[in-house]
């Protein structure tokens, strides 16, 4: 089914060329002069995923949106929920790349010449997601802050799956130790993808992967690096974590100042066949109780007398160091 796209209360509807608008002149015989002719974008969409206008925020289908800047909340309700958020439109395309499973989308009039593409996903995804569209204060009161981004889509989150079959084949994976900052955890992400780092493993006290900021931050990369959750214990996911870790055949490096720590270049590590680089919160940095289970204490020689870098930048310089010869 096509649906011509217009704009409410108007008999035809203008965009720019580069939202796929395009402009045809013809001339009328009879009246002898130029008419121009305006051609909305035709996307393809089923009857079952016409796009909805929003009239009421009443709708429980809505709720998957609603008070998105609530970080206390929406830490909260989505992982008991079993859902996430994703944000603009190539965030929302690579998360549908992944396999990601969409519940629905929701964007502004404006938008829908540009997510062509990612409707197109969504719909061989999930015939049945509906597509909202409301306009802008209205997206603003149910979301709590202006749309700028393009669209939102609500996902299923993807069951948790065990540490070894994440780690299946790996060679070199970063551990994530109660990072509270979700835009570390996404840049840490990115870093990941990015410098070809295996697997990605977060304790039961890290800050949400699949958080709205961390997927933004992350450009979609946390689709892409397999991840999962390690430890059962909050306080000390180290007690059974680094014993888990070397069972599967893992040398583990803490990422921390201490007098005996090693440097990042040290051959040791090089020689390393499986390597666990574990970073620590930022701040505190890692437990005293995680480094004392660990292989080895390494550190980034630093120059100017600063002693550290934030968790974000000191992975990327570790992923750098263990994946540039394949990089």
């Known amino acids: 089914m096509r649906r011509q796209l217009s704009r409410a209360g108007a008999g035809r509807c203008w965009r720019p060329a580069r939202s796929g608008i395009a402009a045809s002149r013809h001339r009328s015989a009879r009246?002898?002069?130029?008419?121009?002719?305006?051609?909305?974008?035709?996307?393809?969409r089923k009857s079952a995923m016409d796009f909805e206008r929003i009239t009421t925020l009443d709708d429980p289908r809505l709720d998957p949106y609603v008070r998105l800047t609530d970080l206390e909340l929406r830490s909260r309700i989505e992982p008991a929920r079993g859902r996430f958020i994703a944000e603009s439109a190539?965030?929302?395309?690579?998360a549908l790349d992944g396999g990601m499973a969409p519940l629905s989308l929701l964007t502004e009039e404006k938008y829908l010449g540009q997510l062509e593409s990612v409707l197109e996903k969504l719909e061989r995804a999930n015939p049945a997601a509906p597509v909202f569209v409301?306009?802008?204060?209205?997206?603003?009161?149910?979301t709590g802050f202006n749309l700028t981004r393009g669209a939102l889509a609500a996902f299923k989150r993807p069951p948790e799956r065990p540490v070894a079959d994440i780690v299946a084949g790996a060679h070199l994976i970063a551990v994530l130790e109660d990072i509270r900052n979700h835009t570390n955890v996404g840049a840490l992400f990115r870093s990941a993808a990015g410098l070809g780092t295996d697997a990605v493993?977060?304790?039961?006290?890290?800050?949400d992967p699949l958080y709205r900021r961390a997927v933004r931050v992350s450009m979609g990369t946390v689709f892409q690096v397999p991840w999962t959750r390690i430890g059962d214990d909050a306080h000390d996911w180290a007690r059974a974590g680094v014993p888990l870790l070397h069972e599967l055949g893992?040398?583990?490096a803490a990422l921390a100042l201490s007098d005996d720590a090693i440097s990042i270049?040290?051959?040791?590590?090089?020689?390393?066949d499986k390597l666990a680089l574990v970073f620590g919160t930022e701040g505190d940095g890692l437990a005293a109780s995680t480094i004392s289970r660990c292989d080895y204490t390494v550190k980034i020689?630093?120059?100017?007398g600063v002693d550290s870098l934030n968790v974000a930048a000191s992975s990327a310089v570790a992923f750098w160091e263990f994946t540039r010869e394949r990089c």
Not at 90 to 94: P, S
Not at 201 to 207: K, Q, R, T
Not at 301 to 304: C, K, L, T, V
């Open 301 to 304: 020689p630093m120059a100017h």
């Open 250 to 252: 893992f040398t583990t």
């Open 31 to 44: 009246r002898g002069r130029a008419t121009l002719v305006f051609i909305t974008a035709n996307l393809k």
């Open 134 to 142: 409301a306009p802008p204060d209205m997206l603003e009161r149910l």
């Open 90 to 94: 190539e965030v929302i395309g690579r």
């Open 201 to 207: 493993l977060v304790s039961p006290a890290c800050y």
């Open 265 to 272: 270049k040290d051959p040791r590590l090089k020689a390393c």
